[in-house]
T-cell receptor, first 113, second 115 residues
Framework: AQSVTQLGSHVSVSEGALVLLRCNYSSSVPPYLFWYVQYPNQGLQLLLKYTTGATLVKGINGFEAEFKKSETSFHLTKPSAHMSDAAEYFCAVLIAYGQNFVFGPGTRLSVLP | DAGVTQSPTHLIKTRGQQVTLRCSPKSGHDTVSWYQQALGQGPQFIFQYYEEEERQRGNFPDRFSGHQFPNYSSELNVNALLLGDSALYLC??????????????FGSGTRLTVV
């Protein structure tokens, strides 16, 4: 069975500092990998995804993530945090077309002025 | 182009009651999945509907049931509500055969509170 772990339920960074949100997955086959962001009282917005090809993926709002198969990781980074980045972030895996997402527990990002 | 629409946005029910949540998929999408997101947790897959049939189901009891209509819209029904059913219920749609990894769109959810 697939599973997703996110180290750190809450991460705080200062405005302008590096953002690093960790995601590790467990899967018997190479999965498709996603990061979603959820703002308060809203649904899920896709930040970026890895399906095939280049392992460094760039998404919206300056975020990027790198798929490292050997480490079964897909960590999310942003060079400089902005106050508007404060939200809940979810890592998710999708094993194959037609299947459904397995989400991690989420990491709440706080950005301090 | 309207995305996924869910109604109502908020709902309060009493233990033991029944509830129906509704989802209209993104235009052109024909497959609908439902997820439950408890407070402080990631979404968990409930079930998926395609061609008006339940195609896949997660680890949820039979109290959770659904339906898909010919226009691809969907309902989620929960019977005999428990306090633990309080959650944000998310609907996601896609078009079958277009490459699922690229095609999922999530709605904003229905916040269900059971008292």
């Amino acid at each position: 069975a697939q599973s997703v772990t996110q180290l750190g339920s809450h991460v705080s960074v200062s405005e302008g500092a590096l953002v690093l949100l960790r995601c590790n997955y467990s899967s018997s086959v190479p999965p498709y990998l996603f990061w979603y962001v959820q703002y308060p009282n809203q649904g899920l917005q896709l930040l970026l995804k890895y399906t095939t090809g280049a392992t460094l993926v760039k998404g919206i709002n300056g975020f990027e993530a790198e798929f490292k198969k050997s480490e079964t990781s897909f960590h999310l980074t942003k060079p400089s945090a902005h106050m508007s980045d404060a939200a809940e972030y979810f890592c998710a895996v999708l094993i194959a077309y037609g299947q459904n997402f397995v989400f991690g527990p989420g990491t709440r990002l706080s950005v301090l002025p | 182009d309207a995305g996924v629409t869910q109604s109502p946005t908020h709902l309060i029910k009493t233990r033991g009651q029944q509830v129906t949540l509704r989802c209209s998929p993104k235009s052109g999408h024909d497959t609908v999945s439902w997820y439950q997101q408890a407070l402080g947790q990631g979404p968990q897959f409930i079930f998926q509907y395609y061609e008006e049939e339940e195609r896949q189901r997660g680890n949820f009891p039979d109290r959770f049931s659904g339906h898909q209509f010919p226009n691809y819209s969907s309902e989620l029904n929960v019977n005999a509500l428990l306090l633990g059913d309080s959650a944000l219920y998310l609907c996601a749609s896609r078009l079958t055969g277009t490459g699922g990894a690229n095609g999922y769109t999530f709605g904003s959810g229905t916040r269900l509170t059971v008292v």
